[in-house]
């Protein structure tokens, strides 16, 4: 046998041994990532990710106000013989502040009483000649309006009387007293001014995006100069936004023993507001999307990944919750950068410090 026919006979027999080679070996089973394919692709590491209940606390900045700040005004004229509270004193509802000459008034209610005995007298009288039919309906009627008017006369008389001492309409604090003994005093002029501080009231403005997340009788903490006061009710949640900020009115009640906070003093009013389902997940996680909105990837059961909006709705000291994410979720938190959404790529899974 020459030499070229050894050569394609051995030839031949490589290829014979190379084909059969290829149709014995063993398929990987498909379902089976294999350590080339996943060699190739973008590690990242997530965690299981579930829903739990959070209580977002709104911040707002506020100020302190009175509960109440009644101007005290004079109901009838005359001069002031006293002043019975200082500005700045504590008084109690039905507390005198401010005294007025009472002049003939306690005169003319004596005097009023007599023309109401008259009036009864003579109403009576006309009623027993009516009886015996010596009067007329029209004596009678005359003398029933005579008695009517004494009556009046005789309230305007003890209200006058009462009235000479100007009282505080509720437990507060004089503000102010403008007047002084010897002052002429007019109806509706002003004698003081009271403010009631217990319990207080802390106003804020609440923006049109949260106001919906807010009750009456939501808890609340009021922080003044760093200290935190406890006990803080939401009592008023405007309907109308003002028209400047369109922000819409919030106010709590606060107790105020002793008047120890004082109107008109910056704040923070911390509300607490109703229960939300959320993800509490990395701050890192957060990345935004192709229209700067925020959002998270997440990956399918397939290792695919997805990207979701989110929303912030509060903060913690491990990281930040969010809504818009499905109850259980397989969430990115290294490597979210490098990918994009519908790429397969290869999870590691770490334990969540998110508890």
């Known amino acids: ?34 350590s080339e394919v996943a060699s190739t692709l973008t590690k990242v590491q997530v965690v299981n990710s579930v829903e739990q209940v959070f209580r977002p606390i709104i911040s707002l900045r506020a100020k302190t106000k009175a509960n109440r700040d009644v101007q005290v005004l004079a109901q009838v004229s005359g001069k002031i013989s006293a002043t019975l509270a200082e500005e700045g004193s504590y008084v109690t509802a039905g507390q005198g502040i401010c005294q007025i000459d009472a002049e003939d008034r306690h005169l003319r209610l004596a005097q009023a009483e007599a023309s109401l005995e008259n009036a009864n007298i003579a109403y009576r009288g006309a009623l027993r000649l009516k009886s015996a039919g010596y009067q007329s309906e029209l004596a009678i009627s005359q003398a029933k309006a005579t008695q009517a008017t004494a009556r009046t006369n005789l309230e305007r008389a003890r209200l006058d009387v009462q009235h000479l001492q100007i009282k505080a309409p509720f437990d507060g604090i004089v503000e102010s007293r403008p007047v002084e003994i010897g002052d002429l005093i007019m109806p509706g002029q002003l004698c003081a001014r009271v403010v009631e501080l217990s319990p207080l009231k802390v106003e804020a403005l609440v923006a049109e995006t949260e106001i919906g997340r807010l009750t009456l009788g939501d808890s609340a903490l009021v922080n003044i100069a760093g200290q935190d006061y406890q006990g803080a009710v939401i009592s008023y949640l405007a309907y109308q936004a003002d028209r400047a900020t369109k922000g819409y009115r919030v106010e709590a009640t606060m107790p105020n023993p002793n008047q120890a906070v004082r109107a008109g003093i910056s704040a923070r009013l911390n509300i607490l507001a109703q229960a939300i389902p959320a993800h509490l997940i990395p701050a890192s996680s957060v990345l935004l999307d192709d229209e700067g909105e925020t959002a998270v990837r997440i990956l399918s059961q397939e290792s695919l990944v997805e990207s979701v909006r989110v929303t912030a709705v509060g903060e913690a000291p491990t990281g930040i919750w969010v809504t818009g994410l499905d109850a259980e979720v397989i969430l990115v938190v290294v490597g979210q950068n490098y990918i994009i959404e519908g790429e397969l790529v290869n999870p590691s899974y770490q334990v969540s410090p998110l508890n």
């Not at 149709?23 to 990532?33: D, K, N, V, Y």
């Open 1 to 34: 046998m020459n030499n070229n026919l050894r050569l394609a006979l051995i030839f031949a027999l490589a290829l014979l041994v190379w084909f059969f080679s290829g149709l014995l070996r063993t398929t990987e089973p498909s379902g089976t990532l294999s």
